[in-house]
């Protein structure tokens, strides 16, 4: 059975989970322990970080990736683009995991790391009592080493909030003109950037049960963007596209 490495509420794990979700595709969702991962991952693949597929003997590591497999294996309902715009779209999609995708996740832990209950709730939400307990106990080193990786420093927060709030300009201007951000069909773009924007966005039909954003600092950053173009267009998209499948 085909299976996929991930976390519940990771935007880069969600944009995998989508694609196969998209090409209705049968698979085993295995959600891993934050931490522990890191060896679990590692013993099939090049880097520690998830989404990995496994594919009978094939492993593919990385979102993007993992959707131009499952292009190439399942080409029915193709999430490609038009190979006129091929390489600007996937430039335009790398681009956007980087500005928003990263930029978004830095933002969000530099204020949800204050509050282990929440964190609980979306790395062991789903799991027996015995892994929620030992998060608990592993909470603290494990806060640590998210904020050394993700946060960094105040400065480069605050340099993550004005380059993702460039990037939805940029996408608020592309969707003035289109309802697509590239050619006149949704493709792998428009998902993997609603993607990136489900974090913010919180979309219902997005198949993570999101708890209470508990921070009401982070809520003053996140409200205005609520207003934007590109945030309603990702509701939008998520409402028309997504196909939950549990
Ligand atoms: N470039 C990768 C990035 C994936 C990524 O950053 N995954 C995070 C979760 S959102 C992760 O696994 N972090 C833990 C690690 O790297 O060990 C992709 O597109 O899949």
Redesign the pocket.
């Known amino acids: 059975m085909r299976e996929l490495l991930l976390?519940p509420h990771?935007?880069?794990?969600e944009?995998?989970v989508w694609g196969l979700d998209y090409k209705g595709l049968d698979y085993r969702k295995k959600f891993l322990f934050p931490g522990i991962?890191?060896m679990q991952?590692r013993r099939v693949a090049p880097?520690?970080?998830?989404?990995v597929l496994l594919e009978q003997v094939r492993v593919i590591?990385?979102?993007?990736e993992i959707l131009g497999y499952l292009e190439e294996q399942y080409p029915e309902r193709s999430l490609n683009p038009e190979q006129s715009v091929f390489s600007e779209a996937l430039a335009l999609e790398k681009r956007m995991?980087v500005e928003l995708g990263e930029a978004l996740?830095q933002i969000a832990y530099a204020y949800l790391l204050n509050y282990p209950d929440y964190c609980k709730a979306c790395f062991v939400g789903h799991a027996p009592w015995w892994q929620r307990a030992m998060f608990q106990i592993f909470f603290p080193k494990l806060r640590k080493l998210l904020h050394k990786v993700y946060v960094k420093s105040d400065a480069s927060v605050a340099d993550a909030v004005v380059r993702a709030t460039n990037a939805m300009t940029e996408l608020d201007g592309r969707l003035a003109s289109s309802s697509f951000l590239m050619g006149d069909r949704f493709t792998r773009v428009d998902l993997s950037v609603c993607a990136m924007l489900s974090i913010i966005v919180q979309p219902d039909e997005h198949p993570f049960d999101w708890p209470v954003q508990p921070s009401a600092e982070l809520e003053a950053l996140i409200a205005p963007l609520r207003e934007r173009p590109s945030f309603q267009w990702a509701k939008g998209v998520y409402k028309e596209y997504r196909q939950v499948r549990v």
């Open positions: 976390f990771s935007h880069f794990c944009k995998a991962h890191m991952v880097q520690s970080s998830v989404p590591q990385g979102a993007g995991d996740r």
